[in-house]
């Protein structure tokens, strides 16, 4: 069982930035795919980044290529999405998720999820 917890969501400007955490506890994050999805009011769940298992290939949403950069600290057991350059349309419910498979997009290929957490963008 993988237990994942989102921590550094919160308000920020446009053309700002944060860093979003995902502690993953009962698996070490260097054998799983870490991805983040986000949800905004009224839409459906979107795939935002992941990076794999082992060499740590990484894949963007479109929307967020050249923005967002996702990475992993083996040592922590933790991953993390850097968002720069924050667009008001980034407002969503964050949620970091864990698979098994390599290089995982879809939303049914995660297993395991975390909470989810708020980050609003004002204009």
């Known amino acids: 069982q993988v237990q994942l917890v989102e921590s550094g969501g919160g308000l920020a400007q446009a053309g700002g930035s944060l860093r979003l955490s995902c502690a993953a506890s009962g698996r070490t994050v260097s054998m799983l795919t870490v991805g983040w999805f986000r949800q905004a009011p009224g839409k459906e769940r979107e795939f935002v980044a992941a990076?794999?298992?082992?060499?740590?290939?990484?894949y963007y949403a479109d929307s967020v290529k050249g923005r967002f950069t996702i990475s992993r600290d083996n040592a922590k057991n933790t991953g993390y999405l850097q968002m720069n350059s924050l667009r008001p349309e980034d407002t969503a419910v964050y949620h970091c998720?864990?698979?098994?498979?390599?290089?995982?997009?879809?939303?049914?290929?995660?297993?395991?999820w975390g909470q989810g957490i708020q980050v609003t963008v004002s204009s």
């Open positions: 998720a864990a698979s098994g498979a390599y290089g995982a997009r879809a939303e049914g290929s995660y297993t395991y």
């Open positions: 990076i794999s298992w082992g060499a740590g290939s990484t």
